[in-house]
């Protein structure tokens, strides 16, 4: 780093002297060319008298030419050595991250003035963003801002961060002072990496901090790059995405279990029927609980939403990450277990949950202990259908024979038995019109 700075010293106070001795070797060049061209024009009358005119017309060139360089080299140590005090006084004020210098005079009434009006400027920034910062601070916006440099010919350049930037992120151990751009980029994945991430596009994303005191916080990070530089806003947005996943969580779950509701199951089995790939093998399988309303008879309606409670929680205890689960209705429950590669991986995971319910219990107001009793039926994705209101159909037909024969299990859906059920429906359908044609005879028009 020191290697640079220096070979950036030098090739600057290189550059001030070259144009400054180039500049006076122009001027004395053609100043010595009128004195040789009055030499010449006089070089006659030398001539006449003998003597050499050229031999006199040279010496003075080269006197002229050895005076015009010491000249030129003093002009340009007068003109460079106080660029040079400047430059040392910013870079050593930027080092030291110490702000804006009170630079030194030079004497020099150009550059004084150019540096005065570069200290003003200068300043003039920083109490606009000082400024600008009180203004946050006062309308109670959390926004913590970091910019640096995209180009790598740049890596030692110092990065532009708030103090609030990094503790916002939960990044807190991170000093912002000691980062140059070239080290925000080499860490910037990582960081991110790093990240708790709940949503995300292609400039911003959603994080979810937890603080070390166990609070928890959320905060967009936008990212943004224009002309060569990089800014990284993260903005505190924790009370307005607090409200926002309370509204969700009222709209899409089931007040008294924590499950899924109707509405939300609706929606995000379509989804997950809209993309075959990510549904794979899946199974649908509807619930109902048995014996609630004898409970709610017996001891009343809190009791009896004391036994939905529990049956919610068995569920979700025994069923595995890849499940959609709801309460549908009063005792009716829905699950789509997805994602499996064959069917029989599927139906382990349902006897898994079958076996789970069988072993459950609830304990009555008068302390006798009972089973937690569900009926239930399934209907299997693509085997039986590849409509989701088929599928509900059929499992609910699965379920309906349950609960009209062994209660407490759970049963497939078999597509000979709901053909047969059809084909009696249809007949018993076929038999009434039959009888309310005989019944009621339309009228037949008088002949004649």
């Keep these: 780093m020191e290697d640079k700075r220096t070979r950036k010293e030098r090739n600057m106070r290189s550059r001030s002297v070259f144009c400054t001795v180039f500049t006076s070797l122009l001027l004395v060049l053609l100043v010595q060319m009128g004195v040789l061209i009055g030499l010449a024009w006089a070089g006659g009358g030398m001539a006449q008298h003998g003597r050499n005119p050229w031999g006199a017309c040279l010496a003075v060139l080269l006197l002229g030419l050895v005076t015009a360089g010491a000249g030129s080299l ?9 660029v040079r005090q400047l430059f040392r006084e910013v870079e050593e004020s930027r080092q030291k991250n110490a702000g804006i210098p009170d630079l030194s005079r030079t004497g020099l009434e150009e550059i004084d003035r150019f540096s005065d009006a570069v200290t003003r400027l200068s300043r003039e920034i920083i109490d606009a963003s000082t400024h600008f910062s009180r203004i946050l601070g006062l309308s109670n916006v959390d926004i913590g801002v970091c910019e640096f440099s995209t180009d790598e010919r740049e890596d030692e350049a110092r990065i532009f961060v708030t103090d609030n930037f990094f503790p916002l992120l939960g990044m807190g151990e991170i000093s912002g002072r000691d980062l140059t751009a070239g080290a925000l980029r080499a860490t910037l994945g990582e960081m991110k990496k790093r990240l708790h991430v709940l949503e995300k596009t292609d400039t911003a994303m959603l994080i979810r ?7 928890i916080r959320y905060v967009r990070l936008h990212e943004m790059r224009h002309e060569g530089m990089g800014v990284l806003l993260a903005e505190n947005v924790t009370e307005a995405t607090m409200e926002r996943l309370r509204i969700e969580h009222e709209r899409d779950y089931d007040l008294l279990t924590g499950l899924y509701n109707r509405r939300a199951f609706y929606r995000i089995a379509g989804e997950l029927f809209a993309c075959p790939q990510k549904l794979g093998h899946a199974v649908l399988l509807m619930m109902d609980l048995d014996d609630l309303k004898k409970i709610n008879d017996a001891y009343g309606h809190e009791w009896g939403d ?32 997805y994602g499996y590669a064959g069917r029989e991986a599927a139906q382990q995971d349902l006897d898994r949950l079958a076996v789970g319910i069988q072993a459950s219990t609830f304990e009555r107001p008068d302390g006798l202990i009972t089973p937690i009793l569900v009926s239930g039926g399934a209907a299997w994705y693509p085997d039986d259908s590849t409509e989701l209101q088929k599928l509900i159909e059929f499992s609910d037909f699965a379920m309906y024979r349950v609960k009209h024969g062994t209660k407490g299990m759970f049963m497939t859906f078999d597509p000979a038995a709901y053909d047969r059920e059809q084909a009696a429906l249809h007949m018993q359908s076929e038999r009434r019109r039959q009888t309310e044609r005989e019944e009621h005879p339309p009228e037949q028009e008088n002949a004649g």
């Excluded at 003093?74 to 106080?82: A, G, N």
């Excluded at 901090?209 to 609070?215: E, I």
């Design 209 to 215: 901090v937890k603080d070390p005191g166990g609070a």
């Design 74 to 82: 003093l002009i340009s140590r007068r003109v460079s050595r106080p």
């Design 306 to 337: 004391r036994y939905i409670r529990a049956a919610g929680k068995c569920f979700k205890k025994h069923l595995p990450a890849n499940a959609l689960c709801a309460r549908v209705s009063g005792d009716e429950f829905n699950i789509l277990l």
